[in-house]
């Protein structure tokens, strides 16, 4: 059962990955944000490798602060 639920997080993560690297592509943003969204995709992407559930929880906050930019607002740490 353990192994079933790892590889649904393992699916979750990789499509919400996929998702991430597209949304950050689209965005209409100044070169030097988007370089630092991506520093953090690629931080978040190396992560999962080792720490699958603490990936997640990290790609969860990434796709909230992604939201924020699509609505014109900056998390202060980009």
């Not at 790892?6 to 209409?28: I, P």
């Not at 990936?55 to 740490?77: I, Y």
Request: proline share 3%.
């Amino acid at each position: 059962m353990e192994r079933n639920s790892q590889l649904e997080l393992y699916g979750l993560v990789a499509d919400q990955l996929k998702e991430a690297h597209s949304r950050v592509r689209a965005l209409q943003v100044p070169e030097s944000v988007r370089m630092a969204l991506t520093r953090k995709l690629l931080v978040i992407t190396a992560a999962a490798k080792h720490d699958l559930a603490g990936a997640a929880r990290r790609l969860e906050r990434f796709m909230a602060d992604l939201d924020l930019v699509d609505e014109g607002r900056f998390p202060e740490d980009t």
